[in-house]
Nanobody, 124 residues
Framework: VQLQASGGGLVQAGGSLRLSCAGF????????MGWFRQALGKEREFVAG????????KYADAVKGRFTISRDSAKNTVYLEMKNLKPEDTAVYYC??????????????????WGQGTQVTVSS
């Protein structure tokens, strides 16, 4: 599976962005998908995940109620809708695919494929 993330940019606090992650490969539709982020000087952290069928989602506490993950199987694309953005959301955002089972995990090493990352910067 190859992943290509896009949609990052510069936005003011309180604003919105939508990230996209296009997947290429026959196993994309059977992969759990996740979004992670890494701020400067910090470790990469889990943001959100979605099941194979798109009916189960999981979020980090820091983004619950503000971010929404979804997937369009017909387009082989996963989205991360981000609203009410805060300066602390500033980071490089990565999409990832997990082909090892149906569970949405928050641990980086359980994901097999990674996109290149897209920068999100939120100004105060």
């Amino acid at each position: 599976v190859q992943l290509q993330a896009s949609g990052g940019g510069l936005v003011q606090a309180g604003g919105s962005l939508r990230l996209s992650c296009a997947g290429f490969g026959r196993t994309f539709s059977s992969s759990v998908m996740g979004w992670f982020r890494q701020a400067l000087g910090k470790e990469r952290e889990f943001v959100a995940g979605i099941s194979w069928g798109g009916d189960i989602t999981k979020y980090a506490d820091a983004v619950k109620g503000r971010f929404t993950i979804s997937r369009d199987s017909a387009k082989n694309t996963v989205y991360l809708e981000m609203k009410n953005l805060k300066p602390e959301d500033t980071a490089v955002y990565y999409c990832a695919a997990r082909s090892g089972g149906p569970l949405i995990t928050t641990i980086m090493k359980t994901y097999d494929y990674w996109g290149q990352g897209t920068q999100v910067t939120v100004s105060s």
